[in-house]
């Protein structure tokens, strides 16, 4: 099995901030659109959000990226394509292995940090490039509507998005820049894709995350120390 640690929504580059903390709940800022999409931010009920974080850049009106998508029957389709599925696809990516989405986020009068807000279980592949199923396209989702890439694919199967910013959901050390995380011991050196510098595996249980990328990999096989851990990990983003 693999985990699959995908950043995703707003940050300084995209966006222009971090996504907000609302009543003790990560509310994740999809992007701005930079290909196909019909939904604005006003349409996920984001456009306030949306205009704070991007200092008045974006607003309700504005198209954003949908991407991933939860929708109400448990189902997350997620949308991946150019260089970073080319890493997925390398990575031996596949049916059973598990997307912890995670973004920066920042309370109100609190630091900017990484925090897992999401996942979604690998059900199904779907390669775009080969015909596009009309059930992505009713539900809008922007690598559906067009195709952002020559290897343009949608992940599929069961996800949720996190009911409330716990404290177990959180990557960035206390008072640490936010790419400083907190790793789990079962995460050690050579077992992320993008991380193998030296430099990066910091004592304390600290990870330097790189600056720049979308998907980084983690194969962990068998093992239950992983395994118990991301149980942990679904069942606080689960937790009502």
Not at 16 to 27: D, E, F, L, Q, T
Not at 45 to 59: D, I, Q, V, Y
Not at 151 to 172: C, K, M, Q, S, V
């Amino acid at each position: 099995m693999r985990i699959i640690f995908s950043r995703k929504g707003f940050d300084s580059a995209a966006g222009g901030g971090p996504s907000p903390i609302v009543a003790g709940r990560p509310v994740s800022l999809p992007i701005p659109a930079g290909a196909a999409s019909r939904t604005t931010y006003g349409d996920l009920g984001l456009g306030e959000h949306a205009a704070k974080a991007s200092r008045g850049r974006l607003g309700a009106g504005d198209l954003c990226h949908h991407d991933p998508m939860f929708l109400p029957d448990g189902t997350c389709l997620f949308g991946q394509c150019g260089a970073a599925q080319t890493h997925l696809a390398n990575q031996g990516v596949g049916v059973g292995d598990v997307f912890l989405f995670f973004g920066l986020y920042r309370e109100e009068g609190g630091e900017p940090h990484h925090r897992i807000f999401g996942y979604m279980e690998v059900e199904e592949i779907v390669d775009l490039t080969q015909g596009v199923p009309d059930y992505l396209v009713e539900h809008g989702h922007p690598h559906a509507l067009a195709l952002h890439a020559a290897n343009d694919a949608i992940y599929a199967g069961p996800g949720a998005e996190a009911r409330h910013a716990a404290d177990g959901l959180r990557l960035t050390v206390p008072g640490g820049p936010p790419s400083l995380w907190n790793r789990p011991d079962w995460l050690q050196r050579g077992g992320l894709s993008y991380h193998d510098r030296a430099e990066r595996w910091l004592r304390g249980g600290q990870l330097q995350s790189v600056a720049r990328g979308q998907e980084f990999v983690a194969d962990v096989g068998r093992r239950k120390a992983p395994r118990e851990w991301l149980a942990r990990v679904l069942a606080e983003i689960r937790a009502s």
